[in-house]
């Protein structure tokens, strides 16, 4: 998945490559856990799409509900989303996050000295 640090850092447009595919992972978290939200809004507080897609991105936000919860299930749904939305606000800036800490971390690894040798000195001819 990640270059090992032995190897090169890669190049900078296969690194930002990796940084979109990324991206699109974290956004893809949110997406679905978004519609998760809009889901059990509608099927506990019995709202409209349009509602029940504005509080769950109200919590997925941290911001938390707009509208009263009138249901118990309405608001043990809403505890657990929040609950859930922390963890993966958290694991999505994880995601998006992971290669940029890689490669800092791959920097401190390289050796320039050996890389300049291994450049510089020609290979040993064969008698």
Known sequence: M???????LLSW????????RYALVGLLLIAVSWVIGILGYAYFESMSLIDAMLNAAMILGGM???????????????????????VVFLVSIGVFAAPIFHRVLHQFHIDPEEDDNEQDTPPNPQP
């Open 13 to 20: 447009p296969i690194f930002l490559g990796r940084m979109a």
């Open 64 to 86: 938390g509900p707009v509208d009263p919860l009138r249901t118990d299930g309405g608001k043990i749904f809403a505890a657990l989303y929040a609950i859930f939305s922390g």
């Open 2 to 8: 990640f270059e090992h640090h032995r190897e090169p």
